[in-house]
């Protein structure tokens, strides 16, 4: 009897856990981030970008074309959504991508080229570029659970400014660790435009995981390099004037 008794707990317990996995909603996704995003302030690293393919890289979008041009930079990030990438383009040309909020500012050479990219999600860098999850993506998105297993969820990510644009997001995340796994760009067309795969993590402040190798690869799978980081520091003190649009 004692046996059949620990038989029918176990098969309850365990039903329970994956009834509980697949109830996980993209709120309980969020409030999670947001746990372990609360002691992140900022980040800076150094980053490496080895580009495998131009004619690939030039079906990516505006807001990776401008990334790619780069062969090593300097990424910086304060939360909760101002980016910049300070790097060296071929031919040792400077250049600098800047990004506060919605608005984007290239430098290099004699370019100066501002815009806003609010309603124009396929020119927008977010977190989910830098390799993390942050409370930021649920303001831009509307994030929904596709499914739920047990070693990774699926979430779609739809901008939620843009228009009518059907362009969207799948993400992979590990629902233990929330590292993210993949993520796959959409075309309003249903095209995918660009696969991405996360591996090598850090921790930010500690608790929030960051991956610091990315492969990226086309819709038809062909290799448009990668991107590496190297020394992430957190709460490094960043100045809200790196990111002003004012800059020449």
């Given at each position: 009897m004692r046996r059949i008794a620990f038989g029918i707990l176990a098969v309850f317990v365990l039903g329970a856990m994956a009834s509980s996995a697949w109830a996980m909603t993209a709120n309980d996704i969020l409030a999670r981030v947001k746990t372990m995003e609360a002691g992140l302030v900022d980040f800076r690293a150094d980053m490496v970008i080895t580009e495998a393919n131009k004619q690939n890289v030039s079906g990516m979008g505006e807001g990776y074309t401008d990334l790619l041009k780069l062969q090593k930079a300097v990424v910086q990030y304060k939360k909760p959504d101002k980016i910049r990438y300070d790097g060296l383009a071929k031919g040792g040309i400077k250049a600098a991508y800047i990004q506060n909020g919605y608005d984007k500012l290239i430098l290099a050479a004699m370019i100066r080229k501002k815009e806003n990219v609010k309603n124009a999600p396929g020119k927008r860098q977010d977190t989910l570029d830098l390799g993390f999850l942050s409370?930021?993506?649920?303001?831009?998105?509307?994030?929904?659970?596709?499914?739920?297993?047990?070693?990774?969820v699926k979430l779609k990510f739809d901008p939620k400014f843009g228009g009518s644009d059907k362009r969207h997001d799948m993400v992979w995340v590990n629902p233990g660790t929330l590292k993210l796994q993949k993520r796959e760009k959409y075309r309003g067309s249903g095209e995918m435009r660009v696969r991405m795969v996360y591996s090598e993590y850090q921790m930010l402040a500690g608790k929030l995981p960051i991956a610091t190798n990315c492969a990226m690869y086309d819709g038809s799978g062909g290799s448009l390099g990668s991107v590496k980081y190297a020394n992430v520091k957190s709460n490094v003190g960043l100045s809200d004037a790196l990111f002003s649009m004012s800059q020449r």
């Open positions: 409370s930021r993506l649920w303001t831009d998105n509307t994030v929904t659970v596709v499914s739920t297993g047990k070693d990774s």
